[in-house]
């Protein structure tokens, strides 16, 4: 009997050991887990190492990771997102746009489900706008999931629609692939907020996964110092000095000269390719081009600000995207008044951009009357005045596949309100043509300055970017405004 109760102690001993061992393992295991997580959100740049690449599941779509710009954080917190800047009342627009919007969104509400054959990458969202609360609210979301089909479900529980998307180009695990079960995991999350600052958590909060926009300028901090340099930086450092030479700039100097007089100028830069269809070539002068740089870093930089389109099934454009006026969004080709993912107003167009614009209309009037000796222009190209601008900032590997710009209201389709489209930084082999099809379409180079307008007849052209050429940017524009390795293009329209 006692032997018995022997054997019984020693055997419940021995378990209970085994037992604390297991646990004590596993108390470690989690431990070493949390840790993992935690430090890697810790790392530099250059311990990090290179960026990651990973494959996305839509052809054609190439993951690229940009240098974590160091600016964003020496940016005055004033010109940071912030809370406050999240939440900002939209300006509201003209009652007319406003009014069209409303029904744009009951329309593509209805017709969802037609929309999702179309476009297997439409979200449950699609065309409407999520009130904050819903789209923080896990059990609201889930309601709202109840309502959508098996597949879009599918999407959502990627965790992709509402909360992540558009987080890998800014924030802190920029450059490096963010496991996607801590991304979407919440208590994984969680945990990734309790070890980031205030600010970071308050972006989440929002139902967004952005942490700052991208600033499409190099700051002062970032530039190449050979002795305190990694091998990373050295390669980025190395794009600025190969652009193009000074007798190119003492061209841009002349042409600038020239604009005196205003015909003779239109007549040396511009040329009618197509009817409504205008190119003007070297048309704002350099000094300008430093002002619009420097205008879209400041608003790209603030709420509203640049960042990387993309979509439920993690493919992403190769582009970073900013639009003022009104927004656009690429995944459901709608505009609205403020951003989907975070509900934020885009800024306003600035004024000097709106003159730009009736300059450049004007003088394709003049251009037009003189080559086609004809008095009523605006039956060739009508008049627009801007209230909506796409701003796309192509890093050197950006392109953008052939396409129409129809997603405007049908009334300026209808009446052919030009599309005014600006480019600046490095060239870009743009192609235009009748039909989708690239090997129709007719190449033209768009270089720094550039202005090119398609209205009228030509405006649902197909367009795209086949390709940037790198290091073509004039050097005193990159020198005076530090813009990155790559193309930015402002496209100003009206809804
Ligand atoms: O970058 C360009 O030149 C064209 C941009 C464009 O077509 C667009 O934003 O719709
Ligand atoms: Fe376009």
Redesign the pocket.
Known sequence: MQLGLYRTTLAAALLSSVFRGKMMNRGFKSRADGNSVNSKNNLTDDERGPPQLWSTSKAGYEEEFPPLSASVTNMPKSKRRTRIDLGTHCEPKSEKVVDDIGKLQVEASTSISHQVQDDARLPTSFGKKHSPSSSRNPRLRQTYREHGEEKRRSTFSQGTAIDEPFDVCISTSFGKKRSPSSSRNPRLRQTYHEHGEEKRRLTYSQGTAIDEPFDICISEAREFNPLTSSVNEKNRAMWVPKVRPAEEIEQYKINIEKTSNIEDSVGQTGQVLRPGMVLFKNYIPLSEQVKIVNRCRELGCGPGGFYRPGYDDGAKLRLYMMCLGLDWNPQTKKYGERRHHDNVCPPDIPHEFTSLVSRVLDDSHTLIKRDFKMENVEDVLPAMSPDLC?V?F?TTNGR?GL?Q?RDESQESIRKGLP?V?I?IGDS?E?LYGDQRDVDEAKPVS?ESGDV?VFGGDSRLIF???KTNIPSTAPRALVEATKLRPG?L?L?FRKY
Request: cysteine-free.
């Open positions: 796409i796309n192509y953008l396409h710009d599309v489209s480019s870009a743009f768009l090119l367009h795209g970017v193309r293009n496209t």
